[in-house]
């Protein structure tokens, strides 16, 4: 089992419609960072956490550390919101390195 | 400013052979970490720098080294490259080691 969980690994919706990532992961952590990485490899850092809720824009990112869990929402959907959409954890014990979820393929129709 | 720069953005090598990749940080940003991201995978951690020192190193075999120059760029080199190589190569740059990170386009390294 990956340390990282990300669901779903595929999401597919219309334009407008509020979205939600989730991540859970097994270790205790010290932050995690929701990441998106668009077609062609460059990888932009949304929100680095270590509790409550975090909010840019229509992005939502909100963390439950005793239930290692945290999600990310994107209100009023767009087609420019399609990308990969990754996780990141640095554990308590690793230092400074992270370790990523598998990432959740977003296409936001019109 | 710049971002975070990284080179070549593209690499054709035979296996067996050696490579080198370079990333420039954000001015300012003493941090930097090298991924290997494998096609349909997330990143895997291979290399942390911070102050020209080593602070971590994923589970990558000896083949793989870096450093970090007192610039605070940094070069990952990879030698004897087996097919299992080929990836995208990001580098990331931060203030510290601890904060948040920006990522370069990464280098597309194929091993043929």
């Known amino acids: 089992k990956n340390e990282v969980e990300q669901s779903p690994q595929n999401l597919t919706a219309q334009e407008g419609e509020f979205i939600t990532i989730n991540c859970s992961y097994s270790?205790?952590?010290?932050?995690l960072h929701w990441l998106q990485q668009h077609p062609g490899g460059g990888i932009v850092s949304l929100f680095m956490l270590s509790s409550g809720k975090k909010k840019h824009g229509r992005l939502i990112a909100t963390i439950n550390i005793q239930e290692k869990h945290s999600s990310l929402h994107i209100t009023a959907s767009h087609p420019r919101d399609s990308a990969v959409y990754i996780c990141?954890?640095?554990?308590?014990?690793?230092?400074?390195?992270?370790?990523f979820g598998e990432g959740t393929q977003l296409t936001v129709n019109p | 400013d710049a971002g975070v720069t990284q080179s070549p953005t593209h690499l054709i090598k035979t296996r067996g052979q050696h490579v080198t990749l370079r990333c420039s940080p954000i001015?300012?940003?003493?941090?930097v970490s090298w991924y290997q991201q494998v096609l349909g995978q997330g990143p895997q951690f291979i290399f942390q720098y911070y102050e020209k020192e080593e602070r971590g190193r994923g589970n990558f075999p000896d083949r793989f080294s870096a450093r970090q120059f007192p610039n605070y760029s940094s070069e990952l080199n990879v030698n004897a490259l087996l097919l299992g190589d080929s990836a995208l190569y990001l580098c990331a740059s931060s203030i510290g080691p601890y904060s948040p990170l920006h990522f370069g386009n990464g280098t597309r390294l194929t091993v043929t």
């Open positions: 270790v205790g952590i010290s932050a």
């Open positions: 990141a954890v640095r554990s308590e014990t690793s230092g400074s390195r992270l370790t």
């Open positions: 001015s300012g940003h003493k941090s």
